[in-house]
């Protein structure tokens, strides 16, 4: 048996392409939660804007108010924690990152554009960890593709099976409402934006007559024909199957109309899994554990010059947390304490004396701190499943003041740490080349390099777009390959060789040349 407070926790991320409705769909789940009283509360974290200005302001936003970054409410005896992720495509390792530390996702499809190029991005990375996903249909108020139709395109281009739990009553102009196949109820739409409505009719049988009062006949015939085909298609679902990873709930809604989403929250928190043992490098970590164990995914750079503090994102993965006692900070080996450990509900930080399992604590951190540290009680530990992928943006720093040098060297060090971008060494010269997924990066860390350090740069655009992590079961044929490829071989953080190349298909063609390497698309491939 587990501790309760580590049964009653649900940690899980809003995941989708930018617009499908994420940010609607958080601040409904916060509505329910009585964690906010009206519409609007939750700020849009997106940055559409590809301008950097715009970005900045955004930034600086969220700099004062972190606490968006977990907004945690307790529902039905539960605590439910959602873990906020970037919108903008450039900075989707940090979305990336983020699905390491949570247990579940829920991923929100527009049903007029479908399946999208970032929602089979996210698809992959939850596949990486078999994280078990929900996906919720959105827009259904408007006019988009047929319901059946949306779920043979999830299930190809996602590569998973589907079970839907609730099915559309019409669509568009149509749309009267969800019926909830896993509780049995009918909820009747009424598009009321601010507030949250209950009108569910209870609705065991579909052949009630009472139905009638609500639905026309031929609507009543669609539905019952239509749960009656979904069942033959997709049967029941097979819980086992959700958390494995291996099979995805589906829901209908309208997240803006607050519709369909009480299903959905409903049997989240039913069936969605509480925290589960973590992998570290060493051994597997049981969740029920006696002693504490965590690791930062998240840094959150304070871009308030007169606060210059950073905040490390902690996840507990065993164990208690407690505010003042010591702990194991195992890639520094060295003890740390942190008297103002901060929780985060709703729109607000409090700062909190335990934390479980499951909870995500922010920690003051003065650059202690980098993505992925495990912090345990003494035990040597590393946890895994915060990988790097491979950007598709490479530049060379060039020292713009060679004054500044230093500071320079800083700079480039701790944004690297981050998360912001990624860090190659190349030689000869010891030359520093950065990899991003995206132009607005680059834009960032010259920003921050002027503003938190006072150094300036320039950066040179190489003609690489990928990357690949090499290594070989003969040290002596990795070795003869770095040498061989001296000019394509970037060194990593932990000095690992990367192999950067114009395109996929010099990929190819390398692993042809030398079939004793092997290539890894991510940094974690053991
Ligand atoms: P994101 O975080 O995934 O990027 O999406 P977000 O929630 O910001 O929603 C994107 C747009 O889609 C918003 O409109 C939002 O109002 C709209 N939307 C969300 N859910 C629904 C829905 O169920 N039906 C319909 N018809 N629209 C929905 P916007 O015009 O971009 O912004 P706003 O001015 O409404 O905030």
């Known amino acids: 048996m587990l501790n309760p407070e580590i049964e009653k926790r649900k940690t899980f991320a809003i995941i989708s392409h930018p617009d499908a409705g994420k940010t609607t769909l958080t601040e409904k789940f916060l509505l329910f939660g009585g964690a906010i009283n009206t519409a609007g509360a939750v700020k849009r974290n997106k940055a559409n804007q590809s301008n950097t200005s715009d970005f900045m302001e955004i930034e600086k936003q969220r700099g004062i108010s972190v606490a968006t970054s977990v907004m945690g409410f307790e529902y039905s005896g539960k605590r439910i924690n959602i873990l906020d992720t970037p919108g903008h495509k450039d900075f989707a390792e940090d979305t990336y990152r983020t699905l390491s530390a949570v247990d579940s996702v829920i991923l929100v499809v527009d049903c007029v554009k479908g399946v999208e190029e970032q929602t089979e991005k996210l698809m992959s990375v939850c596949r990486m960890r078999n994280t078990p996903v929900i996906i919720f249909i959105n827009k259904m108020d408007r006019e988009g593709k047929e319901a059946y139709d949306l779920l043979d395109e999830i299930e190809e281009k996602l590569n998973i099976s589907l079970c839907p739990l609730s099915w559309p009553i019409g669509q568009g102009h149509t749309f009267k409402g969800v019926y909830s196949i896993y509780n049995k109820h009918l909820n009747l739409f009424n598009s009321d934006k601010t507030k949250v409505t209950d009108s569910v009719v209870a609705a065991n049988d579909l052949n009630d007559p009472s139905l009638l009062n609500y639905l026309k006949e031929n609507e009543i015939n669609t539905l019952k024909d239509d749960v009656e085909l979904v069942d033959g298609i997709y049967g029941k679902i097979d819980k086992d199957l959700y958390t494995d990873g291996l099979v995805a709930p589906v829901f209908f809604g309208s997240a803006i109309?607050?519709?369909?989403?009480?299903?959905?929250?409903?049997?989240?928190?039913?069936?969605?899994?509480?925290?589960?043992?973590?992998?570290?490098?060493?051994?597997?970590?049981?969740?029920?554990?006696?002693?504490?164990?965590?690791?930062?995914?998240?840094?959150?750079?304070?871009?308030?010059?007169?606060?210059?503090?950073?905040?490390?994102?902690?996840?507990?993965?065993?164990?208690?947390?407690?505010?003042?006692?010591?702990?194991?900070?195992?890639?520094?080996?060295?003890?740390?304490?942190?008297?103002?450990?901060?929780?985060?509900?709703?729109?607000?930080?409090?700062?909190?004396?335990?934390?479980?399992?499951?909870?995500?604590?922010?920690?003051?951190?003065?650059?202690?701190?980098?993505?992925?540290?495990?912090?345990?009680?003494?035990?040597?530990?590393?946890?895994?499943?915060?990988?790097?992928?491979?950007?598709?943006?490479?530049?060379?720093?060039?020292?713009?003041?060679?004054?500044?040098?230093?500071q320079l060297e800083k700079g480039i060090e701790q944004l690297t740490d981050e998360g912001v971008a990624q860090l190659f060494v190349m030689q000869p010269g010891n030359r520093k080349v950065i990899g991003a997924v995206g132009e607005l990066q680059f834009e960032v860390i010259n920003f921050r390099l002027e503003h938190e350090y006072g150094a300036k740069c320039r950066f040179r655009t190489l003609s690489y777009t990928r990357s690949s992590w090499v290594t070989s079961t003969d040290r002596k044929k990795l070795e003869e390959f770095v040498k061989r490829k001296q000019q394509h071989i970037g060194f990593d953080k932990e000095a690992n060789p990367v192999y950067l190349a114009d395109s996929e298909y010099m990929i190819n063609l390398t692993k042809q040349d030398y079939p004793d390497i092997e290539f890894h698309k991510t940094s974690e491939f053991k």
Not at 275 to 288: C, T
Not at 390 to 399: Q, R
Request: charged share 30%; glycine share 6%.
């Open 257 to 406: 109309n607050n519709f369909g989403i009480k299903e959905l929250l409903d049997t989240f928190i039913d069936i969605a899994p509480s925290p589960r043992h973590r992998e570290a490098e060493e051994r597997d970590v049981l969740v029920g554990e006696k002693n504490f164990s965590g690791f930062v995914f998240k840094i959150h750079a304070n871009l308030d010059p007169k606060h210059r503090d950073r905040i490390a994102f902690l996840r507990i993965c065993s164990g208690k947390f407690e505010r003042n006692k010591f702990y194991y900070h195992t890639r520094q080996d060295k003890k740390l304490k942190f008297s103002n450990p901060m929780d985060f509900m709703a729109n607000e930080k409090s700062i909190v004396e335990e934390a479980w399992p499951g909870d995500v604590v922010g920690l003051y951190d003065s650059g202690n701190f980098k993505i992925g540290d495990t912090l345990t009680e003494g035990e040597k530990l590393q946890f895994k499943g915060i990988p790097s992928f491979s950007p598709s943006i490479f530049k060379e720093v060039e020292n713009m003041d060679p004054m500044r040098t230093k």
